[in-house]
């Protein structure tokens, strides 16, 4: 596989994540839907993926730089979908499942430790719960899960095709077919 598309698949990426990043910042800011802190991690793991993308695409990396940026922008796309669906488990949960009075982020982050503090964000906040915006009968956790998976299944099936080992096969003209060497 020649690396010259990768640049354009790098750029793509980017504009993809990019686009994602203001439609939230304009549901924020534009539509005042405030976010809740899972949102905020999904974000933050957006932005890093827009970001490594970004240097991709501009860096026009080798062979050895895509898998680097490749993994970067899958780790980014793998907690950004863990993040996502955790928020979309906690959406589905049964309201008779779920605690009656959980405490605010501010009071967890003022009286417990950070990781005290993040693990019972991960359990769930009243925040977290709410479904205030659908498109197409999708929340946004869901929407911002569909588009970390499909991040993951296009820098995934990149890695996979750029893997060591992968010899290209050519036809000669007689319909004889050689191994060439590897990719």
């Known amino acids: ?86 928020q979309v488990l906690l959406q589905n949960t049964p309201s008779d499942q779920m605690p009656t009075c959980w405490p605010t982020l501010d009071y967890m982050i003022e009286h417990l430790s950070f990781w005290q503090a993040a693990r019972s964000v991960f359990k769930g906040t009243v925040d977290c719960v709410e479904i205030n915006w659908t498109l197409f009968d999708l929340s946004l956790p869901e929407w911002s899960l569909l588009f970390f998976l499909a991040m993951l299944i296009l820098w995934s099936t990149l890695l996979c095709r750029l893997l060591p080992g992968r010899h290209r096969v050519s036809q000669s003209e007689d319909n004889s077919v050689h191994v060439v060497g590897r990719d």
């Open 1 to 86: 596989m020649s690396l010259a598309p990768l640049r354009s698949l790098f750029l793509l990426a980017f504009m993809a994540g990019a686009l994602t990043l203001g439609v939230s910042f304009y549901l924020e800011y534009g539509a005042l839907l405030q976010p809740c802190f899972l949102c905020q991690v999904q974000r933050l793991f957006l932005a890093a993926f827009v970001l490594i993308n970004l240097i991709a695409a501009l860096h026009n990396p080798g062979r050895t730089g895509v898998c680097l940026y490749g993994l970067a922008s899958m780790g980014c796309a793998l907690f950004g979908a863990v993040t996502a669906g955790r």
